[in-house]
């Protein structure tokens, strides 16, 4: 199925848009959060809940969207409509992705116990390079990820 946003409306008073997409032809609405770190160049895009559910399986749509709310936010003007991409089942995707997990096989033979510590180790030593400003928002931002993966699983 074609999914498409057909409008980003800012929510008067906040920093959340309303998303209003079409998939297939069934009309869905989604909330997006955008947080700005104080003193930083970049922002923290986030679809509410219900989005992180619904593209579960579709990331490369919720990309997409979280990218045009940015644009949106940033004051460019997107020509709506616009498609974001096929809006894949559950088991659609998994089979779409069935190529990509045996590439990573073949490409990734560290242990995972060893890429996962020198991931980890990477990313203490990102947040311990941070100025005390922006601990803050980085809990927050772990947090998110938290939640996201909460949801995956």
Do not use: W
Not at 41 to 58: H, L, P, Q, T, Y
């Amino acid at each position: 199925m074609k999914a498409s946003i057909i409008a980003i409306e800012p929510l008067e008073g906040t920093n959340q848009f309303k998303v209003l997409m079409l998939i297939g032809d069934k009309h869905q609405q989604f909330t997006f959060t955008v947080e700005k770190p104080q003193q930083e160049s970049f922002a923290v895009i986030g679809g509410d809940i219900e989005f992180c559910k619904f593209f579960r399986f579709n990331q490369h749509i919720a990309a997409k969207v979280g990218d045009l709310v940015g644009q949106v936010d940033r004051g460019n003007i997107i020509e709506l409509p616009v498609g974001v991409g096929d809006f894949y089942t559950p088991e659609a995707a998994r089979e779409r992705q069935k190529h990509f997990r045996l590439r990573d096989d073949v490409i990734n033979q560290q242990p995972v116990e060893e890429v996962t510590s020198e991931v980890r180790h990477q990313a203490i030593k990102l947040v311990e390079n941070l100025p005390e400003s922006m601990l803050g928002e980085a809990i927050k931002v772990l947090e998110s990820l938290a939640v996201k993966t909460h949801n995956l699983q």
